[in-house]
């Protein structure tokens, strides 16, 4: 069983940065991969970035990629999202997740948090 808390979330300014975590509990963080998601109102449930058990091997969804940025720390069980660049089309609420093997799609993942919400202004 693992229990995933976001934290990090809040309202920032088109161009600003945001940092999200992810706390696990469970003694299986460490052999899962580790996504987040996010999802706009009327939208559906979107990738935004993975990341392998040892954090060796990252994915990105275009629309993120070489603004956003996803770690690990297995020995603190958490999996961050660093968020830089942010524009108004990142408005979501962010949710991370975990699988023994993830990928891309959000029923590839058992294990959800509860969401963050991140709301950037223009």
């Known amino acids: 069983q693992v229990q995933l808390v976001e934290s990090g979330g809040g309202l920032v300014q088109a161009g600003d940065s945001l940092r999200l975590s992810c706390a696990a509990s469970?003694?299986?963080?460490?052999?899962?991969?580790m996504g987040w998601f996010r999802q706009a109102p009327g939208k559906e449930r979107e990738f935004v970035a993975r990341?392998?058990?040892?954090?060796?091997?990252?994915d990105y969804a275009d629309s993120v990629k070489g603004r956003f940025t996803i770690s690990r720390d297995n020995a603190k069980n958490t999996v961050y999202l660093q968020m830089n660049s942010l524009k108004p089309g990142d408005t979501a609420v962010y949710y991370c997740?975990?699988?023994?093997?993830?990928?891309?799609?959000?029923?590839?993942?058992?294990?959800w948090g509860q969401g963050t919400q991140v709301t950037v202004s223009s």
């Open positions: 997740a975990s699988a023994f093997l993830g990928g891309s799609k959000p029923d590839e993942y058992g294990y």
């Open positions: 469970g003694r299986i963080f460490g052999s899962n991969t």
């Open positions: 990341i392998s058990r040892s954090g060796g091997n990252t």
